[in-house]
Protein backbone atom coordinates (compact mmCIF):
# COMPACT_ATOMS: atom_id res chain seq x y z
CA UNK A 1 0.00 0.00 0.00
CA UNK A 2 1.18 3.71 -0.35
CA UNK A 3 -0.09 6.77 1.32
CA UNK A 4 -0.08 9.92 -0.14
CA UNK A 5 -0.20 13.24 2.19
CA UNK A 6 0.16 16.56 0.92
CA UNK A 7 0.57 20.09 2.60
CA UNK A 8 1.31 23.36 1.69
CA UNK A 9 -2.07 25.05 0.58
CA UNK A 10 -3.70 28.40 1.09
CA UNK A 11 -5.02 31.71 0.22
CA UNK A 12 -2.37 33.70 -1.59
CA UNK A 13 -2.73 37.02 -3.82
CA UNK A 14 -2.22 37.25 -7.27
CA UNK A 15 1.01 37.17 -8.41
CA UNK A 16 2.29 35.25 -5.15
CA UNK A 17 3.82 31.99 -4.56
CA UNK A 18 3.00 28.54 -2.72
CA UNK A 19 5.09 25.81 -2.39
CA UNK A 20 2.77 22.09 -2.13
CA UNK A 21 4.42 19.13 -1.00
CA UNK A 22 3.72 15.46 -0.90
CA UNK A 23 5.22 12.53 1.25
CA UNK A 24 4.75 9.35 0.14
CA UNK A 25 4.47 6.32 2.81
CA UNK A 26 4.35 2.29 2.73
CA UNK A 27 5.77 0.51 -0.28
CA UNK A 28 7.05 3.88 -1.90
CA UNK A 29 9.67 1.25 -3.67
CA UNK A 30 6.67 0.52 -5.79
CA UNK A 31 6.40 4.08 -6.95
CA UNK A 32 7.36 5.01 -10.23
CA UNK A 33 5.67 8.75 -11.66
CA UNK A 34 4.66 10.92 -9.27
CA UNK A 35 2.29 14.08 -10.11
CA UNK A 36 -0.01 16.89 -9.46
CA UNK A 37 -3.05 17.34 -10.77
CA UNK A 38 -6.06 20.35 -10.31
CA UNK A 39 -9.88 20.41 -10.10
CA UNK A 40 -11.28 23.59 -10.16
CA UNK A 41 -15.37 24.34 -9.13
CA UNK A 42 -17.31 23.04 -12.26
CA UNK A 43 -14.14 21.57 -14.35
CA UNK A 44 -12.55 18.07 -14.39
CA UNK A 45 -9.42 16.95 -12.76
CA UNK A 46 -6.45 18.28 -15.25
CA UNK A 47 -2.66 17.00 -14.66
CA UNK A 48 -0.63 20.02 -13.40
CA UNK A 49 2.73 18.63 -13.74
CA UNK A 50 4.27 15.24 -13.61
CA UNK A 51 7.96 13.57 -13.17
CA UNK A 52 9.08 10.53 -13.76
CA UNK A 53 11.34 8.42 -10.64
CA UNK A 54 14.73 9.55 -12.68
CA UNK A 55 13.72 12.98 -12.85
CA UNK A 56 12.11 13.81 -16.60
CA UNK A 57 9.43 16.54 -16.15
CA UNK A 58 6.02 16.90 -18.12
CA UNK A 59 3.74 20.63 -17.80
CA UNK A 60 0.74 21.92 -18.65
CA UNK A 61 0.86 24.44 -20.92
CA UNK A 62 -1.03 26.89 -18.57
CA UNK A 63 1.80 26.72 -15.85
CA UNK A 64 4.74 26.07 -17.95
CA UNK A 65 7.55 29.02 -17.05
CA UNK A 66 5.53 29.42 -13.87
CA UNK A 67 5.51 25.88 -11.52
CA UNK A 68 8.46 23.77 -11.32
CA UNK A 69 8.07 20.25 -9.82
CA UNK A 70 10.78 18.26 -7.96
CA UNK A 71 11.39 15.32 -6.06
CA UNK A 72 13.54 13.94 -3.53
CA UNK A 73 13.83 10.29 -3.65
CA UNK A 74 15.04 10.19 -0.31
CA UNK A 75 12.96 11.74 1.12
CA UNK A 76 9.67 9.79 -0.97
CA UNK A 77 8.62 13.49 -1.37
CA UNK A 78 7.52 15.61 -4.50
CA UNK A 79 7.15 19.51 -4.27
CA UNK A 80 5.50 21.59 -6.77
CA UNK A 81 6.80 25.26 -6.52
CA UNK A 82 4.22 28.06 -8.20
CA UNK A 83 5.28 31.60 -8.69
CA UNK A 84 3.44 34.41 -10.49
CA UNK A 85 0.03 32.55 -9.58
CA UNK A 86 -3.40 33.84 -11.22
CA UNK A 87 -6.80 33.82 -10.76
CA UNK A 88 -7.72 30.94 -12.60
CA UNK A 89 -4.90 28.76 -10.48
CA UNK A 90 -7.23 28.49 -7.74
CA UNK A 91 -8.88 24.67 -7.72
CA UNK A 92 -7.98 21.58 -5.15
CA UNK A 93 -4.93 20.19 -5.78
CA UNK A 94 -4.56 16.68 -5.48
CA UNK A 95 -0.90 14.45 -5.24
CA UNK A 96 -1.09 11.44 -7.81
CA UNK A 97 1.32 8.46 -7.65
CA UNK A 98 1.59 5.90 -10.46
CA UNK A 99 3.06 2.16 -9.60
CA UNK A 100 5.37 0.26 -11.86
CA UNK A 101 2.65 -2.78 -11.14
CA UNK A 102 -0.21 -1.98 -13.64
CA UNK A 103 0.40 1.71 -13.37
CA UNK A 104 -1.56 1.41 -10.72
CA UNK A 105 -2.63 5.18 -9.48
CA UNK A 106 -2.76 6.63 -5.79
CA UNK A 107 -3.91 9.76 -5.02
CA UNK A 108 -3.89 12.38 -2.02
CA UNK A 109 -6.27 13.76 -0.07
CA UNK A 110 -6.16 16.99 -1.87
CA UNK A 111 -5.37 20.15 -0.60
CA UNK A 112 -7.23 23.81 -1.53
CA UNK A 113 -5.21 26.45 -3.08
CA UNK A 114 -6.99 29.84 -3.53
CA UNK A 115 -5.78 32.74 -5.41
CA UNK A 116 -7.39 35.83 -4.69
CA UNK A 117 -7.40 38.49 -7.66
Known amino acids: QVQLVESGGGLVQTGGSLRLSCAAS????????MGWYRQAPGKQRELVAR???????DYADSVKDRFTISRDNAKNTVYLQMNSLKFEDTAVYYC???????????WGQGTLVTVSS
Open 96 to 106: NAVRYYKNLEV
Open 26 to 33: GSTFTINA
Open 51 to 57: ISRTGTT
